[in-house]
């Protein structure tokens, strides 16, 4: 199954203070934080990642804190019978 998903920056405050070099989230940043999320879920029993491939990223500030989001597409199988 496809689609386009984004992540919020969920490691958002290893971007917090003065620095500008903390590079961002890499796509396997963005696999754990997916296990994780369907782990969390329930869904991880019936989900599998097959390929994720970053699509985009942004760099903003919100409330002082410098945000990522990170675009991506994924392909996952669906293990539940």
Known sequence: MRRNLFILAL???AFVGCKTDPAPPTIDD???IWNNLN???GLKDKLELVEMKKTDGQMTEAN??????LYY???EKNLAS
């Open 64 to 69: 002082g804190v410098k945000v990522y989001t």
């Open 11 to 13: 490691l958002a405050s």
């Open 30 to 32: 963005a696999k754990v």
């Open 73 to 75: 597409e994924s392909r």
């Open 39 to 41: 782990t969390r879920s």
